[in-house]
């Protein structure tokens, strides 16, 4: 386990980083001269730069506690799980995040210190460390000072994809605040935004080693020429998607769903840069393709070498980070496997399970119908359906969490599972499914075996068919790791994808339709099974079609209990129920893709900044 050096990086970094109360409205340029700055560049500065910009991401209300816990949810596969019970989900400070209805004043993110604050922080912070660097770092003739100048360019461009992502169009900050006219910016729309991301990231591509190329590059918690690439195939393939625009510029009350590139063979174009730098990294040889569960096991247990399914992960310290705590599996209280009693919040959409092929190994592994409570594994309670995600688990860490927030496990922003499936869909749009399905059969492969993957691609012979395929495809792959809430985004699909989903969760819940065949509740063993303390294995009766109410009675007579919607059948549950179903989304998502810009800083920035779509202010 390599968990960088943040101690030393933070002193480092303090050394040299800007020091402002508000990264927007920016009152002191530096601590130190320019010029010294400037002078003294080496590279144990040049890292300790790259370090002051995941300082700002390791603080709570940064990715850390803010933007990795709230941003991905709700979606057809994720869903939050603690707002079954909350009274007004509209206006809970985290429920509201979730069901596309923030608000200005948010409590969570109406901060100065919020994620939104942080992320222009740690740009600053970039934009600081590549000037010196450009002017004194010599990275003709170093190649560390270039691997450290691409690794600041490369993190600077996840920013801001992460900063559009969230908001849309933001302000435009590619160079110290000290150089500009004003300290107060607009915002710039995301098409140029995410085009000088590129151009950026093309760049960095030229200074950065592949994995295990070079010191920095033995370790998936340092930027690669390989995550370079990877995130710049993501920044094409959402300019060539759809998102939500204003209908008319200057009207900040009405806006539209519409292509982010209107010409569409710039947007062609979009899908040849993708498909592109994802070939050249399935080319290089420089990854290997193990199992779907090996992934998460090596995740869970913390080893970060380079070279294998994951290309790039934000590094989080023992006591940093909510990543298993918000994304993987409930432990009620301590026991064996961890101190900090947390995960599930939040969870698999009810009705993802059955979405699955039974057959498609990611299933068992995505959804967990228990929670750990008292070390044994028991049918899991509360509103979110008794799910939680299983990609990580306490469990299969080599260390005992002892934290009382945090769990110190990475947050993996991109491994080659996507780089083989943007490849697919940018050839599919590109020329039709003849070479596409080269570059999805080993995903399904995996997934599938042969035989069935081989199946399922024939049948989607056409390239909308294919299209189709990716996207169910996608949603299998990556529940719970907050990609697919972009993916129905850039597809313009996220309402009718919602709606959807709350149809087959009523569905779900009446037993009709689709799950008419399903029992009204699950059976069980006391404790699930023999070993309810194992790790991995459980038993369960009633979650595959056609099982039945009175065969499950026969094989474990009494212990019951409704499940699918809900863990318990307490007086409250139909309240929960039908207050999960309702407020799967309050606001239309495609009108309320996006957060507001929080109130703080509309004002403070001098009347630059406003919100768009009807949010106000």
């Not at 519409?258 to 730098?277: G, K, V």
């Not at 990609?391 to 599972?417: C, H, Y």
């Not at 070993?531 to 009494?558: F, I």
Request: aromatic fraction near 12%; charged fraction near 25%.
């Amino acid at each position: 386990m390599n968990k960088y050096k943040y101690i030393l990086g933070v002193m480092l970094a303090g050394s040299m980083m800007v020091s402002c109360s508000d990264p927007l409205t920016v009152e002191s340029p530096s601590s130190l001269e320019a010029g010294f700055l400037y002078s003294e560049m080496n590279e144990q500065m040049a890292d300790a730069a790259v370090m002051g910009i995941y300082e700002a991401i390791a603080h709570v209300n940064s990715y850390r506690g803010r933007f990795i816990p709230y941003f991905g949810t709700n979606t057809d596969c994720e869903i939050f799980n603690n707002y079954g019970g909350v009274a007004d989900p509209s206006t809970d400070k985290e429920a509201s995040l979730a069901v596309y209805s923030a608000k200005v004043d948010n409590t969570y993110m109406n901060t100065n210190n919020n994620v939104y604050a942080k992320l222009y922080e740690a740009i600053e912070r970039a934009n600081l460390g590549i000037e010196a660097i450009k002017a004194n770092g010599n990275i003709e003739n170093n190649e560390n000072m270039r691997q450290l100048y691409g690794e600041l360019l490369t993190l600077r461009g996840m920013m801001y994809f992460d900063l559009v992502k969230a908001w849309g169009d933001v302000p435009y900050r590619f160079e110290p605040v000290g150089n500009m006219s004003s300290p107060y910016a607009e915002k710039t729309d995301r098409v140029t935004i995410l085009k000088k991301v590129m151009d950026d990231l093309l760049e960095a591509e030229d200074c950065l080693g592949w994995p295990n190329e070079n010191k920095y590059t033995s370790s998936v918690e340092r930027a690669s020429k390989s995550f370079a690439k990877g995130l710049r195939a993501r920044c094409a393939m959402f300019l060539a998607g759809y998102s939500q625009w204003p209908t008319a510029e200057g009207d900040h009350t009405n806006s539209e769903l519409r292509y982010n590139i209107a010409d569409a063979s710039e947007r062609q174009q979009m899908y040849t840069i993708a498909r592109d730098e994802c070939v050249s990294i399935l080319n290089s040889g420089k990854h290997t393709f193990g199992t779907f569960e090996e992934n998460f096991r090596s995740l869970c247990q913390e080893d970060v070498t380079a070279g294998r399914e994951s290309i790039y992960e934000i590094p989080f310290s023992d006591g940093r980070g909510r990543v298993l705590y918000t994304w993987g599996g409930k432990h009620g209280d301590a026991d064996q496997w961890t101190k900090l009693a947390k995960g599930g919040v939040n969870g698999p959409a009810p009705t993802l399970w059955y979405d699955y092929d039974k057959d498609d190994v990611r299933r068992n592994i995505t959804c967990l119908p228990y929670q750990w409570k008292g070390g044994v594994k028991v049918i899991s309670g509360g509103s979110g359906g008794g799910w939680s995600f299983g990609k990580l688990r306490f469990e299969w860490m080599n260390r005992i969490v002892t934290s009382t927030n945090d769990d110190g496990i990475n947050w993996q922003v991109i491994r080659l599972a996507d780089i083989y499936m943007m490849a697919a869909e940018a050839e599919n749009q590109l020329s039709g499914p003849s070479t596409a399905k080269n570059y999805l059969l080993p995903v399904m492969n995996r997934a599938y075996g042969s035989t069935k993957a081989n199946t399922l691609i024939s049948a989607a012979s056409s390239q909308s068919a294919f299209q189709l395929l990716i996207e169910d495809e996608r949603k299998f792959e990556f529940a719970g790791e907050a990609i697919r809430k972009i993916d129905l985004m850039r597809w313009g699909k996220l309402t009718e994808k919602l709606a959807e989903t709350k149809q087959k969760m009523i569905a779900l819940a009446n037993r009709t339709g689709a799950y008419a065949d399903y029992p009204t509740k699950v059976y069980y063993n006391d404790g699930l099974d023999a070993a309810a303390d194992d790790a991995d294995g459980y038993t369960l009766y009633g979650l595959e079609k056609g099982q039945t109410d009175e065969e499950g009675m026969n094989l474990y007579a009494n212990n019951s209990r409704l499940f699918n919607l809900t863990g318990d059948a307490t007086s409250d549950n139909d309240k929960k129920i039908n207050n999960m179903i309702n407020n799967l989304y309050i606001g239309d998502p495609n009108t309320y893709m996006f957060w507001p810009i929080w109130r703080y800083f509309i004002q403070n920035s001098n009347n630059t900044l406003f919100n768009d779509y009807g949010y106000g202010e």
